[in-house]
């Protein structure tokens, strides 16, 4: 009866119990059953039995019957004996694996910090270097015990220390640089690599069928496999031996952009050459279907990340209330856009890039600021901890590894390598200077050249082929260990000598100000205005767009609160002001504080105090309106005095403000010309442009026709070309006031166009004996017409008098 009255529907706080004891009775299967805690049941005639399947029970088991309570009391025939010391133990295999991941963590730090400490030694060897011999000396240590050394397996180094390299790279990737030099990034990447994978594999099958050298069982495709195996640039070396000889920014993101960029071409040449190397016969669908493989590894990588970037940063706009795991969400999502992508063969790299480019802007807007010191340090930590055990165990790889030495197969992959890295250099190089408006030196092409380093990734697809089907596996990785080392030592160590030998140009070290940022950002737009003025939609067009875009519909959904509607210069001026704190706090120098510092450094400075929600100024709209008009008056006189125009069409705008204010300004001219009197200067008012005064004077000819009877009148001479209006000319008749006659106060002055003094002179002002030198530079520069139209021009641009 209480087993009845408690089956009525569950409430929900007894949910999760439910839950639980439901998957407490589902894993009781998979239970063995304790003879210790299972003992006989006389009172049923069936027992359930595990050793035979026939067995089954009449009646189901009492536990309160079947299981009794424990005692100390044991049988003599299992007695279990006595430790002498009971509290004290020793079971190393329950920690042996995080114990020795601990330690292998812990060598790595303290090599990283004993190379820091000495800097005779860090001036002279790559870190990457001292960290292959510290491999290479552990791991003949472990040999030498007569244990077998740890070797780097390729799932743990695509799975966990690569991608922590990867996601710090692409989360602080120079965004700018690499978007201006992308063509030129995507040509090294794509073509390059294919360059030297070709090149590389058809040499080698050639040295292959050369007789005598033991290599005639090596095919074609294993060749080349062996070349796309080998010809990729390796971006955890570029890393490292680039950011310790601080070259500049144009060579380190064309490098660096081409080991990242080339993981697709580097994944779609192993998988398809692995694959044809099962092939009886390859088909001319099959190489077409390789070929398409490469779009929808590369862009189906990108599209994994961009999808993952967006909701890492959707979901950043609702962590306000809960700030501490705020970095935990850049991590898992970058981690889980890389891992989906390598489900389905596509580029876990380009993944992990697309998402730490996309996600970066929304989510450092919506998480505070020690989330995001603690994002960018965690980073740094743990890509640097990366780097360095995958040095490590690169050289404890060489030690425990079995190696097969040719010395004609690895001495023709080193020469080949090196070649086919010149030669695609140079050739790429000279196509790509012909589109580019900073053309590449051939001091930039040599460090491009030099710089091509293979790494880990090499040797992790090398040890990913199968005995069975690649018998000279062996043979393949004590090549490419080779190339490897030969790289790291040799061009690692002395590309530092060759950097400043030839005087190759540096990092600047210095952040940029804001003063920079502001002319940088006035130059985009001007580039956008010149662009779209000459019709050539360039990338500065469509980068235009797509910021447009971005402000005008993603940043709403994705930034939170008003930060979403911020101006992008008081955003870029809170972030310096707050640079400014922190520097100024992790200087010591809170004593001194300078009396004009702004409020927002002072936020920064004292983190206790309350926040102050920064408000927006708000302007009323008379006050909006009266910007509005200065701006419109003061800084587009240019689009008020010109034509809307575009190289499709020359009509001009019928909206367009400037011909109505041509219109009022005509009709005032026609009203100050009726006020003429005897004076040789019109009042003054507010004076014209010279371009908005000949456009008047040219809209209506007529009103500036000189009359029949006007012979005793006072001559006033208009040029069109000169910079003066026609309410500030003088008279040219001895610049004298003559009085005032009744046919003058009747009609008018009537305003006459100079007549050349001779067909052969140019209207140039010839001065009289009795003026004065002041007159004579005043009539000068009245009387001076400028250019004269050609004669087969047409006529002139107001009509000569008689």
Known sequence: MQAKGSRGAPSLGALPFLFIVAVLLGLLPCLQPNPMLVSEAPHYPAVISGSEPGDVTAAPLDVSQAIRPLTN??????AKSRKAFPVLGIDYTHVRIPFEISLWILLACLMKLGFHVIPSVSNIVPESCLLIVVGLLVGGLIKGVGESPPILK???????????????AGYFLPLRQFTENLGTILIFAVVGTLWNAFFLGGLMYAVCQISGTGLDHIGLLANLLFGSIISA???????AVFEEIHINELLHILVFGESLLNDAVTVVLYHLFEEFANFEQVTVTDIILGFLSFFVVSLGGVFVGVIYGVIAAFTSRFTSHIRVIEPLFVFLYSYMAYLSAELFHLSGIMALIASGVVMRPYVEANISHKSHTTIKYFLKMWSSVSETLIFIFLGVSTVAGRHYWNWTFIISTLIFCLIARVLGVLGLTWFINRFRIVKLTPKDQFIIAYGGLRGAIAFSLGYLLDY???????????AIITVIFFTVFVQGMTIRPLVDLLAVKKKQETKRSINEEI????????????????GHYGHHHWKDKLNRFNKKYVKKCLIAGERSKEPQLIAFYHKME???AIELVESGGLGKIPSAISTVSMQNINPKA????????ALSKDKEEEIRKILRNNLQKTRQRLRSYNRHTLVADPYEEAWNQMLLRRQKALQLEHKMNNYLTVPAHKLDSPTMSRARIGSDPQAYEPKSDSGNLPIITIDPASPQTPESVEDLKGMSRLPPSPEEDEEGLVMRVKESSSPGTDDVFTPGAGDSPSNQRMMRCLSDPGPQPEPEEGEPFIPKGQ
């Open 578 to 580: 707050m640079k400014q």
């Open 519 to 534: 002319h940088t950002q006035f130059l985009d737009h001007l580039l956008t205005g010149i662009e779209d003025i000459c």
């Open 233 to 239: 640039v390796d971006p955890v070396a570029v890393l």
């Open 610 to 617: 309350l926040p102050v929600k920064r408000i927006l100024p």
């Open 468 to 478: 069975e089907h690649f018998g000279m596996r062996d043979m393949f990785l004590t």
């Open 73 to 78: 009391h044991t049988s003599p025939g299992h």
């Open 154 to 168: 390729s799932d743990i180094f695509f799975l966990f220390l690569l991608p922590p390299i990867i996601l710090d």
